[in-house]
């Protein structure tokens, strides 16, 4: 029986105006009561302001960041450091996001020096890893994900027993299909084993599953003895659905 506490964390992505993010909100803190489980939103970073006030007064849902910049401060246009999330009531920051790796090129490097800027500043990193459709179809699923997280490690050492990993299967995410449960436990087994190799703390680590992560899948994927939490996307902009996932986690 794990001890660790699960985390159901809704990653909004590029969704949401000031009235959605309101209604969404107050459904939320109306029907989530006092779960078992920690929750967290994660809104496009101009909502944060807004979201940490309609969040005011409760502890049951954290408000959490798509992405944190890589640098403290200074000359980088459009970016928002971990120190700025941080005044506006942040607790977590998604990092590496397999949308990011992607149109952004975010490199391995460059997450873990995100992870870094995140920790340094309390913020609890959900450092994502997962590999591709054609990856997984030649056999390089571990690799993948092993090359993802040791860049992490390598960069943070044992402070990586303070992360939140999200195995996020590329081809899983968006689309409707899901690794199914012993596909995901497979995968998060691997990266507890690499979490052990580096710290003493591994068993404290939280490994979320993402990916088309719905309110009818939920229990099964939550149910492995290695799947922590969901880091959801599609599921998180409904209301009952995802609190549906939340009850499932409890
Ligand atoms: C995500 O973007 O992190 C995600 C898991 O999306 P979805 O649940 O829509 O697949």
């Not at 101009?46 to 849902?61: C, E, H, N, S």
């Amino acid at each position: 029986m794990s001890e660790r506490r699960k985390l159901v964390a809704g990653n909004w992505k590029m969704n949401g105006g000031l009235a959605a993010n309101q209604a969404l909100v107050q459904a939320l803190r109306g029907g989530v009561g006092q779960p078992v489980c920690d929750v967290a939103v994660c809104p496009p970073p101009v909502y944060l302001a807004q979201l940490q006030q309609l969040l005011a007064g409760q502890a049951a849902i954290a408000l959490g960041a798509q992405d944190v910049s890589q640098h403290e401060g200074g000359a980088f246009t459009g970016d928002v450091s971990a120190a700025m999330l941080k005044d506006f009531g942040v607790r977590y920051a998604i990092v590496g996001h397999s949308e990011r790796r992607q149109y952004q090129g975010e490199t391995d490097l460059q997450v873990a020096t995100k992870v870094k800027r995140a920790l340094a500043a309390g913020i609890t990193p959900i450092v994502c890893v997962g590999e591709t459709l054609s990856e997984r179809e030649q056999g390089l699923t571990e690799f993948i994900v092993r090359r993802q997280l040791s860049a992490v490690i390598q960069l943070n050492g044992p402070c990586i027993s303070e992360i939140v990993v999200a195995y996020e299967p590329v081809w899983a995410i968006g689309t409707g299909k899901t690794a199914t449960p012993t596909e995901a436990q497979a995968v998060h087994a691997v990266l507890r084993t690499q979490l052990r190799a580096a710290t003493e703390q591994a068993d404290r680590v939280r490994i979320l599953y993402g990916g088309s992560m719905n309110a009818a899948n939920a229990a099964e994927l939550l149910a492995q003895p290695d799947i922590d939490g969901g880091l959801i996307g599609g599921a998180a902009l409904k209301a009952p659905d995802f609190l549906t996932i939340v009850a499932a986690a409890a």
